[in-house]
Nanobody
Framework: QVRLVESRGGLVQAGDSLRLSCAAS????????TGWFRQAPGKEREFVAT????????YYADSVKGRFTISRDNAKNTVYLQMNSLKPEDTAVYYC??????????????????WGQGTQVTVSS
């Protein structure tokens, strides 16, 4: 069965960096577009970043552009989210997701087939 397992998040201070990883199993990882989403308390889940199958193309939400970097290692079936200059407003549960059908990359939740369980990231001021 397909599994996406995010690494543990954590509690960090504003300005710190944190890298999340998401290990995939049970699917042909390089055939999937992958993405990161997040959900803050009391808010709907929102798009953060996405990466194409080869890793050659990425797209970011404006709120994280220039601070976050998405990457992937197809040999390890893993997608990463490097988060720098973290802000309290980045506090959320972060989810990775995999999309089999989209041609390039996707910012839309509805296109993703599989989701991880989520990992909490808390940024204190």
């Amino acid at each position: 069965q397909v599994r996406l397992v995010e690494s543990r998040g954590g509690l960090v201070q504003a300005g710190d960096s944190l890298r999340l990883s998401c290990a995939a199993s049970g699917l042909s990882f390089m055939s999937y577009v992958t993405g990161w989403f997040r959900q803050a308390p009391g808010k709907e889940r929102e798009f953060v970043a996405t990466i194409s199958r080869s890793g050659s193309a990425t797209y970011y939400a404006d709120s994280v552009k220039g601070r976050f970097t998405i990457s992937r290692d197809n040999a390890k079936n893993t997608v990463y989210l490097q988060m720098n200059s973290l802000k309290p407003e980045d506090t959320a549960v972060y989810y990775c997701a995999a999309d089999r059908r989209t041609a390039y990359y996707s910012i839309y939740e509805r296109t993703y087939d599989y989701w991880g369980q989520g990992t909490q990231v808390t940024v204190s001021s």
